[in-house]
C-alpha cells in the first residue's frame, strides 16, 4: 500500500520555464511534507517543507502548494535551471509517529 | 563539517555473511534514521532511534539490528545476509524529530551474492 504516489517517473523541462511536480497521498493523518533533492551517488538533501496548516510555502525558486481536500501537494520551480536536474522525493508524515514516508520520486531533466 | 558520514560506500557480501554499517554524525542531533532504498522505489525506513539507548523498528525491520549507545554512532547489522537486502542504504540524523528535516549520508550500496 503506497501512501505516497508520486506518477510521473520522469519530467524535462527546458531552462528557464517552470518545473512542476506533483505528489499524492492517502493518509488523511498527514500533516507534515517535504519534498528531498537527490543527485546520483548522493543522500537526498532537504528541499522545502509544508504544514498541513498552510497551502503554499516559499524558498526563493521553489514553492510548494498543499490541497488537503484532494491528498495533492506540488513542487513548483521557477525558472529551472540545469543544477536542478535530479531526482525529486515527495515525503510525509503525521509528526508525533517521528516517521517519514517516501514517494518513489520523480527525475526531472531540465535541458538548455 | 562532515555532518553524516556512512561507511563503506560499497560493499559485496555472500549470502549467509554478516556486516555492520557505520553510521556516524557530528551534529549533536539525538534523532537517527536507517533507510533503504530498492531501485525504482522510495525510501523505506528501516530503524530509528530518538536518542541514545532508544532504538525501535520501522517498515522493513526484518533481517536487521540497531544499536545507538552514543548520540554521535548508529550502526546497522545485517546478522545472516540475504539476496533481498541487496540494496543502497542511507542513514539520516534530525536535530528534534519531524519538525527539523533529515540530514542524510551519501550511502552504502551494498550487494548479496
Known sequence: DQQVKQNSPSLSVQEGRISILNCDYT?????????????????????????????????????????????????????????????????????VTDKLIFGTGTRLQVFP | NAGVTQTPKFRILKIGQSMTLQCAQDMNHNYMYWYRQDPGMGLKL????????????????NGYNVSRSTTEDFPLRLELAAPSQTSVYFCASSSDGLNQPQHFGDGTRLSIL
Open chain 1, 27 to 95: 493518509n488523511s493523518m498527514f500533516d507534515y511534507f517535504l519534498w528531498y533533492k537527490k543527485y546520483p551517488a548522493e543522500g537526498p538533501t532537504f528541499l522545502i517543507s509544508i504544514s498541513s496548516i498552510k497551502d503554499k510555502n516559499e524558498d526563493g525558486r521553489f514553492t510548494v502548494f498543499l490541497n488537503k481536500s484532494a491528498k495533492h501537494l506540488s513542487l513548483h520551480i521557477v525558472p529551472s535551471q540545469p543544477g536542478d536536474s535530479a531526482v525529486y522525493f515527495c515525503a510525509a508524515s503525521v509528526v
Open chain 2, 46 to 61: 528501516i530503524y530509528y532511534s530518538v536518542g541514545a539507548g532508544i532504538t525501535d523498528k520501522g517498515e522493513v525491520p
